[in-house]
């Protein structure tokens, strides 16, 4: 089904949805698009649910879309929306399942030289050290009480467990964990999804990718994060596996009990939501930093496994390879903010789903090393196409809650990818000098590169619209997906 209603055209890259033109919004969707994109958005339907989004009990500012933006649960993918922090809702289907879906570059000293002939055992040693697929287990097996500690600990148990370096923290959202967890709140059937899965990528879009810094946009921010042309980089992309989507799946259907017995006008039943200020908002705030905890361990134990990886291969140390995290950050996750809304300063709570923090140079929340450049800002495109580096600028905080994409977004359905041949996409990326490793040709198929929009057109709208500056290209040269 199409989206047949009105988008405005407002200012370059930017369409607006009138606050009214579907009934109950209280405010306007915003869609940063160029024009070659609308057809596409228009027919997936997402500006339906954008405007869907702008009827969320005490949400402020407009309801927003970027430019990655497809059909979601509820919220679009690419969905951003605050609400006020104390009689605004919030809503699962605004955070996603995979709670703290999110991406992590590691950055070395290593070349193309240092890798040249190395490259498939390289690969094969990452594919055995990192679990990758759909039901995957990690190689650590924990227990309850270790699983406790991981929900409400995130990063910081890892590091602490001999899962990385204690300046991985300083470089990881939140530090790697969210202090608002309660792992009092997360059920049995969630910690059992996730006591077998810690330590693995899953399936879908999730990957692990080798890459060449192709080029460089910004000398001083690609300084500041460790990265110069020709060197070797590893992007990781993962989230909170089962324990995060059973806590969605728990979140919900309490919510949308919440909502029949309340009455609470919603024009989708995938809206469901319950104020903050309640008890059922604040437990699941709670269980969702839990979830979100758990990601961070996660991609910091596989941060650990690519370390080993290369060491074996290439006989030196981590350290003296200078492998060291550039950043990780979130695109699936709710976070209590301090923004400018109408003119004063408000706290909010701002759904980011499938969408990036992005904060300008300046913000507390950045770590000391880059505060003074701004936060970096990972967006991967499709296998084929690599990842940008990107870094918050004050048009974000301007204008989006300090908000990006979060990477190229999917045009095409998984269903519709039936007709592509897993030989063709093995033959493309060989042809342009990427190893391979897959789980599955069913996997495969469904994320080859023509299943997604351009990354350069969906960065260039990003960029072009002030949120985030360009600052460098990576090229990949060695996939793992799941």
Not at 421 to 431: F, H, I, N, P, Q
């Given at each position: 089904?199409?989206?047949?209603?009105?988008?405005?055209?407002?200012?370059d890259?930017?369409w607006?949805?009138?606050?009214?033109?579907?009934?109950?919004?209280?405010?306007?969707?915003?869609?940063?698009?160029?024009?070659s994109?609308l057809a596409?958005?228009?027919?997936?339907?997402?500006?339906?649910q954008?405007?869907?989004?702008a009827?969320?009990?005490?949400?402020?500012?407009?309801?927003?879309?970027?430019?990655?933006?497809?059909?979601?649960?509820g919220?679009?993918?690419?969905?951003?929306?605050?609400?006020?922090a104390?009689?605004?809702?919030?809503s699962?289907?605004g955070i996603?399942?995979?709670i703290n879906?999110?991406?992590?570059?590691?950055?070395?000293?290593?070349?193309?030289?240092?890798?040249?002939?190395?490259?498939?055992?390289?690969?094969?040693?990452?594919?055995?050290?990192?679990?990758?697929?759909?039901?995957?287990?990690?190689?650590?097996?924990?227990?309850?009480?270790?699983?406790?500690?991981?929900?409400?600990?995130?990063?910081?148990w890892?590091?602490?467990?001999?899962?990385?370096?204690?300046?991985d923290?300083?470089?990881?959202?939140?530090?790697?964990?969210?202090?608002?967890?309660?792992?009092?709140?997360?059920?049995?059937?969630?910690?059992?999804?996730g006591?077998?899965?810690?330590?693995?990528?899953?399936?879908?879009?999730?990957?692990?990718?080798?890459?060449?810094?192709?080029?460089?946009?910004?000398?001083?921010?690609?300084?500041?994060?460790?990265?110069k042309?020709?060197c070797?980089?590893i992007?990781?992309?993962?989230?909170?596996?089962?324990?995060?989507?059973?806590?969605?799946?728990?979140y919900?259907?309490?919510?949308?009990?919440?909502?029949?017995?309340?009455?609470?006008?919603?024009?989708?039943?995938?809206?469901?939501?319950?104020?903050?200020?309640?008890?059922?908002?604040d437990?699941?705030?709670?269980?969702?930093?839990?979830?979100?905890?758990?990601?961070?361990?996660?991609?910091?134990?596989?941060?650990h496994?690519?370390?080993?990886?290369?060491?074996?291969?290439?006989?030196?140390?981590?350290?003296?390879m200078?492998?060291?995290?550039?950043?990780?950050?979130?695109?699936?996750?709710?976070?209590?903010e301090?923004?400018?809304v109408?003119?004063?300063?408000?706290?909010?709570?701002?759904?980011?789903?499938?969408?990036?923090r992005?904060?300008?140079?300046?913000r507390?929340?950045?770590?000391?090393?880059y505060?003074?450049v701004?936060?970096?800002?990972?967006?991967?495109?499709?296998m084929?196409?690599?990842?940008?580096?990107?870094?918050?600028?004050?048009?974000?905080?301007?204008?989006?809650?300090?908000?990006?994409?979060?990477?190229?977004?999917?045009?095409m359905?998984?269903?519709?990818?039936?007709?592509i041949?897993?030989?063709?996409?093995?033959?493309?990326?060989?042809?342009r000098?990427?190893?391979?490793?897959?789980?599955?040709?069913?996997?495969?198929?469904?994320?080859?590169?023509?299943?997604?929009?351009?990354?350069?057109?969906?960065?260039?709208?990003?960029?072009?619209?002030?949120?985030?500056?360009?600052?460098?290209?990576?090229?990949?040269?060695?996939?793992?997906?799941?």
């Open positions: 089904m199409a989206w047949e209603g009105v988008l405005n055209k407002v200012g890259n930017r607006e949805i009138p606050k009214g033109h579907v009934p109950g919004m209280l405010t306007n969707a915003i869609i940063y698009a160029d024009e994109m596409q958005i228009r027919n997936d339907n997402a500006p339906q954008a405007a869907n989004v009827c969320l009990p005490g949400i402020v500012g407009s309801s927003m879309a970027m430019p990655d933006i497809h059909w979601g649960y919220f679009p993918i690419g969905g951003v929306a605050a609400v006020d104390d009689s605004g809702s919030i699962p289907g996603g399942f995979d879906c999110g991406v992590r570059t590691i950055r070395t000293d290593l070349t193309l030289d240092d890798v040249k002939g190395k490259m498939d055992s390289i690969m094969d040693a990452l594919y055995a050290n990192v679990p990758s697929g759909l039901g995957s287990k990690g190689l650590k097996k924990v227990g309850q009480k270790e699983l406790s500690d991981i929900l409400q600990n995130g990063s910081v890892a590091v602490e467990n001999g899962f990385g370096w204690e300046r923290l300083e470089v990881t959202e939140e530090g790697g964990c969210m202090p608002s967890a309660d792992e009092s709140l997360v059920s049995d059937k969630a910690r059992k999804r006591l077998p899965q810690l330590g693995s990528l899953g399936s879908g879009n999730h990957f692990l990718e080798v890459d060449v810094v192709d080029k460089v946009f910004d000398e001083r921010a690609a300084k500041a994060f460790g990265l042309e020709g070797i980089t992007t990781v992309h993962c989230g909170s596996r089962g324990c995060g989507h059973q806590i969605a799946t728990d919900l259907q309490l919510m949308e009990r919440y909502v029949k017995e309340n009455n609470v006008v919603l024009p989708d039943r995938q809206l469901a939501c319950a104020p903050l200020n309640t008890r059922l908002g437990e699941y705030y709670r269980a969702m930093s839990c979830g979100a905890n758990y990601a961070w361990a996660n991609r910091q134990m596989i941060t496994w690519v370390r080993e990886s290369f060491e074996q291969v290439l006989g030196d140390s981590a350290e003296n200078g492998m060291d995290v550039v950043y990780d950050v979130a695109h699936n996750i709710a976070k209590k301090r923004h400018s109408d003119g004063h300063n408000a706290d909010v709570l701002v759904h980011r789903k499938g969408a990036t992005a904060f300008a140079a300046g507390p929340e950045i770590t000391l090393r505060r003074d701004g936060q970096p800002v990972i967006i991967p495109g499709d084929s196409a690599g990842t940008y580096i990107l870094v918050g600028l004050p048009g974000a905080m301007e204008e989006s809650f300090g908000t990006t994409c979060h990477g190229a977004g999917r045009q359905s998984r269903k519709a990818t039936n007709s041949s897993a030989r063709d996409v093995e033959a493309d990326l060989s042809g000098g990427i190893t391979l490793r897959k789980g599955s040709d069913e996997g495969l198929v469904e994320e080859a590169p023509q299943a997604y929009k351009d990354m350069d057109t969906v960065v260039s709208v990003v960029c072009g619209s002030g949120l985030a500056g360009k600052v460098a290209k990576l090229r990949p040269i060695g996939v793992v997906k799941g």
